[in-house]
């Protein structure tokens, strides 16, 4: 004869405790998430965003003065396509600031043709700008690189064709 004995198995994890851990853990993620978004103040700005207040503009007297010690060196357009599969215009260079001041901010005017030498598209846009990026302003005889993306842009773009122009300038 044969004799059957059960064997004791291990008590099963519970799988809603696992769940709910998981959960908790996640909710108290996400307000961390939030409290240290909340502390750094508002979002961050892009070129886009709002005007940067105290920009002196061409037929300022202090606009031209300090123009001429701004220079964009290494300016190219190139032509790549975003997630959603658009056309874009990636514009990238290096701004020197020659001066003798601090150079808080930057406004571009940037205008696109294509190869019948039309104007395409045309944007305003700060790539340098108070609280965005390393946040202090570039310091005499400092450069630092800048990327400005245009979308979308048509079919018949020229990237050889590209006008740039200083047309906003705050510093120290």
Do not use: C
Request: proline content about 8%; glycine content about 6%.
């Amino acid at each position: 004869m044969q004799e059957f004995t059960s064997e004791v198995r291990p008590a099963r994890p519970n799988t809603f405790l696992y769940a709910l851990g998981i959960f908790i853990l996640v909710a108290a993620a996400l307000l961390v998430y939030a409290y240290y978004h909340r502390r750094g103040g508002a979002a961050p700005q892009t070129a886009e965003a709002s005007p940067v207040q105290g920009l002196v503009r061409p037929g300022n007297p202090n606009f031209e003065y300090y123009k001429n010690k701004v220079r964009l060196t290494d300016v190219k357009a190139q032509l790549g396509i975003n997630y959603a599969k658009s056309r874009i215009a990636i514009i990238s260079g290096t701004i020197h600031n020659e001066g003798d001041r601090r150079l808080e901010a930057l406004e571009l005017h940037l205008a696109l043709f294509d190869v019948y030498d039309k104007l395409s598209k045309e944007r305003t846009a700060t790539p340098l700008r108070p609280g965005v990026g390393i946040k202090r302003p570039r310091e005499p005889m400092e450069k630092r690189p800048f990327t400005i993306w245009i979308e979308p842009i048509e079919q018949l773009w020229n990237p050889k064709r590209l006008e740039v122009e200083i047309t906003g300038l705050k510093y120290q």
